[in-house]
Structure formats: C-alpha cells, structure tokens
C-alpha cells in the first residue's frame, strides 16, 4: 500500500511560480489499478516521477506500507529502446549483472511471451511497428517484475486499433502478474476503461475519483462506461471548452 500525504510540487520559472501539483491525498492499494486523467499540463506526469522516486515533491509526504523495498517499473509515452540492441536484449538490459544469465534469459523469454512478440525475440528496434515497440517497453518494465507500474499515455501514439489491443493486453498482464499499476492518460474513455478508480486532475488538484466497478475486459460500447465518461468529462471541462454555436448570428 502506498500512501500520498497533501502531496504538492512547485516551480520556479523565471520570476513565475509553477504549481504542478497541491494537496494530493491518495491511497493506493497493493495489485490496485489506478487511471490519472486529465488535459495537458493539469501535472499528470510529476505525479508519476513523485511516484516513480524521480521528482522529489515540495510538499507533503509518500509513505509506503509494506515490508521489502517497492521495485518501480515505468513506461513513457515513447518506448526509449536501444536502437544497436534486439528485442530480447533491450528487454535484459535491466536486469544484466543482477542475475544469472540463464535467469534473466528464462524471466526474458516469459514476458516476451506475455506481451505477445515471442516471434520477435531477435528482431531490432527499426523493424517494429510503434505498438510491438511499446510492448517491448511494457517487457522491459516487467521483466523487473516491479510492485509498482507506472505508465505515462503509453499508448497515445498509436492507432485506436492498437491501442484498444494494448489496453486488452495490459489488463490481461495485470492479472496474471497483479502489480500495482497507476497509468495516466488524457484520454477519458481509456481511463474508464482501464482504471478501478479515475483519480481526475485539474490545474494540479484532485477534482474528483470515479470508482469503476465494472469487470473486465470492459466493452467502450457498454452504456456503464459512457456514463463514467460523461460524468468525468462534466467535471474536467470548463465553459471555454463548449462547443460554438455556429447557428447563432
Ligand atoms: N521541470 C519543470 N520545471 C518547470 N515547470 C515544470 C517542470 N515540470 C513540469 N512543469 C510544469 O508543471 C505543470 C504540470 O506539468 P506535467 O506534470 O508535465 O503535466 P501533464 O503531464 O499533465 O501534461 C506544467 O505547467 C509544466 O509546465
Ligand atoms: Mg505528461
């Protein structure tokens, strides 16, 4: 279980104060599966580098409840491979050194098995397709075999066939392997899609948690799931985002 505290981050830029973040209090459960939503610059990412370990907040406080050390694995938007390396040595690159060969071969092989591209093991970065290089940067993330996952917009760049595909295949793996996962996003369907709880951002502050308890695999068709999107959509827009009436003169 990790725990934010009124967990706040600010800037200063040039003679302007930055507030990318105040008064986050949130409680994430161990194997929970969190969604972040919100429009850009609303402070989604230095919420996942506080969590990450990789921005320290300015205020407030992360505790962790737990007895061993919480192993972190993040994907970013873009899958960062190593262009001189294949597939299944951009997914052992973590673990070299750590672990015997052969093990961290077996731990390879099993999550290139899990993200599907077990055909792909020897194949380089200039030869996949944007979606096998995101699953090769989930790979690379879980053969760490982290408590915690974090994923900022994954899957934004890829197509909406893909990216329904990833979605599907995210939520698979976070069955079998039960990480703690929190994803962020800008996009609201994914985030009902994929979270058990939508934690919406707005200008750096909490406007509000969905709870999602729909099963899985969840269908965007399903009337449960537009409802959840509209009801956090009326609570992210704000008037400048109506649509113009054009039929007024
Ligand atoms: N290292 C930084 N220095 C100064 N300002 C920053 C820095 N990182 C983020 N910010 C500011 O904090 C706010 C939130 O940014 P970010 O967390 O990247 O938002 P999002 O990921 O939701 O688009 C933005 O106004 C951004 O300009
Ligand atoms: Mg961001």
Same mark, same amino acid.
Request: include cysteine; charged fraction near 20%; hydrophobic fraction near 45%.
């Given at each position: 279980?990790?725990? &934010?505290?009124?967990?706040?981050?600010?800037?200063?830029?040039?003679?302007?104060?930055?507030?990318?973040?105040?008064?986050?209090?949130?409680?994430?459960?161990?194997?929970?599966?969190?969604?972040?939503?919100?429009?850009?610059?609303?402070?989604?990412?230095?919420?996942?580098?506080?969590?990450?370990?990789?921005?320290?907040?300015?205020?407030?406080?992360?505790?962790?409840?737990?007895?061993?050390?919480?192993?972190?694995?993040?994907?970013?938007?873009? @899958?960062?491979?190593?262009?001189? +390396?294949?597939?299944?040595?951009? #997914?052992?690159?973590? +673990?070299?050194?750590?672990?015997?060969?052969?093990?961290?071969?077996?731990?390879?092989?099993?999550? +290139?098995?899990?993200?599907?591209?077990?055909? !792909?093991?020897? @194949?380089?970065? @200039?030869?996949?397709?944007?979606?096998?290089?995101?699953?090769?940067?989930?790979?690379?993330?879980?053969?760490?075999?982290?408590?915690?996952?974090?994923?900022? /917009?994954?899957? @934004?760049? +890829?197509?909406? !066939?893909?990216?329904?595909?990833?979605?599907?295949?995210?939520?698979?793996?976070?069955?079998?392997?039960?990480?703690?996962?929190?994803? #962020?996003?800008?996009?609201?369907?994914?985030?009902?899609?994929?979270?058990?709880?939508?934690? /919406? $951002?707005?200008?750096?502050? $909490?406007?509000?948690?969905?709870?999602?308890?729909?099963?899985?695999?969840?269908?965007?068709?399903?009337?449960?799931?537009?409802?959840?999107?509209?009801?956090? $959509?009326?609570?992210? &827009?704000?008037?400048?985002?109506? #649509?113009?009436?054009?039929?007024?003169?």
């Amino acid at each position: 279980m990790l725990e &934010l505290q009124n967990i706040g981050r600010h800037y200063q830029v040039a003679e302007k104060h930055v507030s990318a973040l105040s008064g986050i209090t949130v409680t994430l459960a161990k194997g929970s599966f969190t969604t972040v939503v919100g429009r850009s610059g609303c402070g989604k990412t230095t919420l996942l580098r506080i969590l990450a370990g990789l921005t320290e907040p300015t205020e407030g406080t992360l505790t962790h409840k737990g007895t061993a050390k919480l192993t972190v694995g993040v994907v970013f938007q873009d @899958a960062r491979l190593m262009p001189w +390396l294949s597939v299944i040595d951009n #997914v052992a690159f973590g +673990l070299k050194g750590r672990l015997p060969q052969d093990v961290i071969m077996q731990r390879c092989v099993a999550v +290139l098995e899990l993200v599907n591209l077990t055909a !792909f093991r020897s @194949a380089m970065p @200039a030869q996949l397709s944007g979606g096998m290089a995101q699953r090769v940067a989930i790979a690379r993330a879980l053969v760490m075999e982290p408590d915690l996952l974090l994923l900022d /917009e994954p899957f @934004a760049a +890829l197509d909406a !066939f893909t990216r329904r595909s990833m979605q599907n295949e995210l939520v698979g793996i976070w069955q079998k392997r039960k990480p703690t996962i929190v994803f #962020v996003t800008h996009d609201v369907e994914e985030a009902v899609l994929l979270g058990q709880t939508v934690l /919406e $951002l707005d200008q750096g502050t $909490l406007a509000g948690t969905a709870m999602i308890d729909l099963p899985y695999p969840r269908d965007p068709t399903d009337s449960r799931i537009s409802l959840h999107r509209r009801t956090i $959509l009326q609570r992210l &827009l704000t008037p400048q985002d109506a #649509v113009p009436n054009h039929n007024t003169n």
